[in-house]
């Protein structure tokens, strides 16, 4: 009610203010059209008085029509103005008529008495009477007219101000009014949701104060009626939850028990098939070995029918094997990831190196696309990549009869990583599209009909795209059936500053003086060694064959810059290299095939010489760099040695290093040895030639050297070698050494590391002086040890070498002195076998360490340590020799303790004498890393 009065009220004041406005509106409309009137007055009256006064001199007719209008006109706003009781009060109307009257009675009296000069006068004075009045008249309406206009003004800003002013008692009362309606509505609102908060918080009755606002009131009562059956439902399903938990709890209790049996029972499954699997090679090496025995002896077509079945059968085996044996470890979540630094170009190199063979025997190409780059140092897991590329070309060589392997590298380079795209393309069968989806699964593969050809565990793409996750990388594969596959890997690498493939400063400069033309028909190749040669500063150029090849010569001989090396592939033939480059002077190098195992003394055409296959640029430049040591190393042998060139040697010896130096100190007395890395390898080799010595290592994995030696002298595997002189090679002295080499058949006895003059004399004892030349060349400098020890002086059969390669009790981290009392100045072939050692120590370090760590093999550890203690004296690497020698003596006590204790100085020697040998190189040899 009182905002309703309120509001009348308001509305009322501002209706009369509003009405006085009108009126006050109304009124200057009224006093403007006086002002009109008056206007239109004074001009017709003083027009009259015009006409009037040139009356006389004008025509009267018209003059007295025009006045009578005049006339007329005045008398109408007279007549108007005389109606209006205001006008009459503002105006003093009357005296305005009554002027007029008088004016025009004057007027119309001197109109009519032309000549009366008194009428004409008193004319005059009521004109001029008349017009005092008219501006009068005029000044009087100015005068209105501004107070008028005033009062308009005053009225509007009372108006004004009343409105604001009702205006603003009226908004404060609203305001009043809302805030005590707020107020009113606010406070039981509140109080419903502290009321609500409490039965949220679980009270179990809740009090809501009465309101008069109806719907609060109802919503209250609403709320107090929902928590008490809240309350009522909570406590029925706290119940039930209760229960579903006591439930839930056993069978998590049951779960974890079941979860604890299966971890239990995939950590035993997998140790079980790790033990079994090195238990089960161990028989299947022997079995293998012995198939391959029994197939040089004489059988017939049905016996070696079924020896071929043996052979493949138990092939198959031993891949399955070592398949599982992987898979175990990564199921077992024991496989770990090594991050060291590598070359990654050099691990593409020799992973095409390894199956090379392989690929010829099949008639294939393996090419290596190194996207023109010499070296790419990472940092990761070598091994691990080298296993996944083996796998995935080894994959390729199989399912591919004919055309070409290729196994290439894109590299994406970011601040602090690049990212390798790997891939290995071959010209095979294809694989269909549905049998791709299920390749990456285990012991899948795309035929998996009992009649496949190609055999397989199909395990190894499983495990190659397990260790490619492991590495943070992924792997994948394209193939069109009948046109071929591609399997890429993209895997991220660290950046690494080594190794590398580096050159020196007199290095390049000799490089620089090169120009290598590239003849052959395998674009990609020819234009991956064009880039990666012009990386090391050497021009290069392509040809596609010899007729191209032809033209470029005589364009650079015109040019001037002549091309001084040509390097060709073996399929173009010697015949068109003859024809076209036979008469020009200029160094040929040849892609040879692998499968043929040649020399450059096994090429009927002079002056070109081999380069093994996969050809890589790295093999060009080692080539150009060493072939003036490979001349000198030549005459050398040639001149100061005696040569044995008929004699057939056999080195028998599980270490790749050990085998290489002994290939060498060999070739230098003009003998090519053959070499068998293990005692099987031993006995096929000697039922195939006989040998006139064999140089046997002790100790070897599987068969050893006094088994193998009684195999021979035994004569059971149908060996030719049955009395061939078989010379012990071993890196311990004991005297219990010599009684078990003699016992075993053995008819001499040399310690490791070999001496050169120690073999000369051995050779000269087997086969005489030798043939000798005529042309004395410098002399060979032996190391000190040869020459201040008489301890080396070989003994003999029968007699008892002392430890000679032992070293003083401090020994050095790398001695080069050994390696160049052996070959002299061939410094590039030193730094080759110091690469090849360090590149076995890797593997040797590896499986030492898996034999103390992780399967506690105490044989396994004596013999990896006995390796790595010979090959370090070998090479000079004196330190790491006398720690694998503590290793290898705590293995003979028995000891574990004493083992274990001895092993954890193994890899800071490795790591230091990694580090001396390749400062060595680079400071000694002149040799980049």
């Known amino acids: 009610m009182k905002i309703l009065v309120v509001v009348i009220l308001t509305m009322s004041a501002i209706s009369a203010l509003a009405w006085g406005v009108v009126v006050k509106q109304k009124t200057s409309g009224e006093g403007s059209v006086h002002r009109q009137l008056i206007a239109e007055f004074v001009y017709h009256a003083r027009e009259l008085r015009l006409l009037h006064d040139v009356h006389s001199s004008g025509d009267a007719d018209y003059l007295g029509f025009l006045v009578e209008s005049r006339l007329e006109k005045c008398e109408e706003v007279i007549g108007q103005m005389g109606k209006s009781g205001r006008a009459l009060r503002d105006y003093n109307w ?37 017009e005092d009045t008219l501006r009068r008249l005029e000044s009087r309406a100015r005068t209105v007219l501004h107070e008028q206009e005033a009062s308009i003004r005053s009225m509007k800003w009372v108006a004004a101000t009343g409105s604001l002013f009702t205006l603003a008692v009226l908004v404060l009362f609203y305001l009043r009014t809302i805030r005590e309606t707020i107020r009113r509505l606010s406070t039981p609102i509140i109080l419903l949701s502290r009321a609500a908060d409490r039965a949220v918080r679980g009270a179990k009755s809740i009090r809501f104060r009465n309101t008069e606002v109806t719907e609060l009131q109802s919503l209250g009562q609403s709320l107090q009626q929902f928590s008490n059956r809240m309350h009522e439902l909570v406590g029925e399903r706290t119940k ?30 997998s140790k079980f098939l790790a033990n079994m699997s090195h238990e089960i090679r161990t028989p299947m090496n022997g079995i293998l070995g012995m198939n391959t025995v029994l197939r040089e002896t004489e059988l017939d077509d049905v016996q070696r029918r079924y020896l071929d079945t043996l052979s493949n059968c138990s092939e198959t085996l031993m891949v399955l094997i070592n398949d599982i044996l992987d898979f175990s470890k990564i199921e077992a979540g024991k496989l770990e990831i090594d991050y060291s630094p ?90 269909p599209e549905d049998v791709q989806r299920k390749l990456f699964k285990a012991f899948s593969q795309a035929d998996e009909s009992t009649s496949r050809k190609f055999g397989g565990t199909g395990l190894g793409l499983v495990i190659s795209q397990r260790l490619v996750e492991l590495m943070n990388g992924a792997i994948g594969l394209s193939s069109e059936v009948g046109v071929g596959s591609k399997f890429w890997i993209r895997m991220p690498f660290a950046r690494s500053e080594g190794p590398r493939f580096q050159l020196g400063k007199a290095q390049r400069e000799k490089l620089e003086q090169r120009r290598i033309l590239i003849v052959s028909d395998r674009p990609d190749l020819a234009y991956s060694l064009q880039y990666a040669l012009r990386e090391a500063s050497i021009e290069a150029d392509v040809a596609a064959d010899f007729e191209d090849s032809k033209l470029l010569l005589e364009e650079a001989k015109f040019d001037g810059r002549s091309f001084t090396d040509v390097v060709f592939d073996e399929a173009l033939g010697l015949g068109p290299w003859k024809a076209c480059l036979g008469q020009i002077k200029i160094r040929s190098l040849m892609l040879a095939d692998p499968s043929l195992r040649r020399t450059s003394l096994d090429v009927p055409v002079a002056g070109v010489h081999l380069l093994p296959s996969p050809a890589s640029a790295r093999r060009i430049i080692h080539s150009i760099l060493n072939e003036e040591n490979v001349q000198r190393k030549r005459r ?58 064999i140089f046997m290592d002790c100790m070897m994995p599987e068969l050893d050297g006094f088994e193998t030696t009684g195999i021979i002298r035994s004569g059971r595997n149908g060996t030719l070698c049955r009395d061939s002189q078989i010379v012990a090679l071993t890196a311990n002295a004991m005297s219990g050494d010599r009684d078990k080499c003699l016992k075993a058949g053995m008819d001499d006895y040399l310690a490791k590391p070999i001496r050169p003059k120690v073999l000369t004399e051995k050779l000269q004892q087997v086969f005489g002086d030798g043939e000798q030349r005529a042309v004395e060349a410098d002399p060979i400098e032996f190391s000190r040890e040869e020459k201040n020890s008489e301890a080396l002086e070989h003994a003999g059969p029968g007699l008892e070498t002392p430890d000679v390669s032992l070293p003083s009790a401090e020994s050095e981290l790398f001695d080069l002195e050994e390696l160049l009392g052996m070959f002299g100045d061939d410094r590039v072939l030193i730094g080759s076998l110091v690469d090849e050692y360090l590149s076995g120590l890797d593997d040797t ?85």
Not at 654 to 677: C, M, Q, T
Not at 846 to 855: F, G, K, N, V
Not at 867 to 891: P, Q, T
């Open 636 to 693: 050398r042998e040639g001149d100061a040695l005696p040569q044995f060139p008929e004699a057939k040697i056999l080195v028998v010896d599980d270490n790749d290093a050990n085998r290489l130096v002994a290939e060498e100190l060999f070739k230098r007395h003009g003998i090519h040895p053959h070499l068998a890395s293990s005692g099987w390898e031993a006995l096929e080799e000697t039922c195939r030639t006989k040998f006139d010595i």
């Open 240 to 269: 039930e939850l209760t229960e579903s938990n006591l439930a839930l709890e056993r069978q998590i209790e049951r779960a974890e028990a079941f979860a604890r049996q299966a971890k239990e029972a995939e950590e035993a499954k």
């Open 845 to 929: 370090f590896q499986a030492l360490r898996m034999a103390i760590e992780e399967t506690a093999d105490i044989d396994k550890a004596r013999l990896h340590s006995h390796s790595m203690k010979g090959s370090s004296r070998s090479f000079g690497a004196n330190r790491l020799g006398d720690v694998a020698d503590d290793v290898e003596m705590a293995c003979v006590s028995g000891v574990w303790s004493q083992v274990e204790l001895a092993w954890r100085k193994i890899p800071l020697t490795i790591k230091e004498t990694k580090t001396e040998a390749q400062r060595l190189k680079r400071e000694v040899l002149g040799l980049e890393s």
């Open 94 to 130: 009357s005296e305005v008529e009554s002027s007029f009257r008088d004016y025009v009675r004057a007027a119309e009296a001197a109109l009519g008495a032309p000549g009366n000069d008194g009428k004409q006068w008193v004319f005059h004075d009521a004109s001029n009477a008349f």
């Open 342 to 431: 590598f070359d990654l170009i050099e691990v593409m190199e020799e992973v095409a190196t390894l199956f090379a063979l392989n690929a010829s025997q099949k008639g294939l190409d393996i090419v290596v696309l190194a996207n023109g780059k010499l070296s790419v140092p990472v940092r990761g897991d070598s091994h691990r990549l080298k296993q996944v590329l083996s796998n995935l070309v080894n994959n390729a060589i199989k399912f591919t009869d004919q055309g070409s392997i290729e196994i290439g590298v894109e590299l994406e380079m970011a601040a602090d990583e690049l990212v390798a795209n790997l891939w290995v393309r071959d010209t095979g069968i294809g694989i």
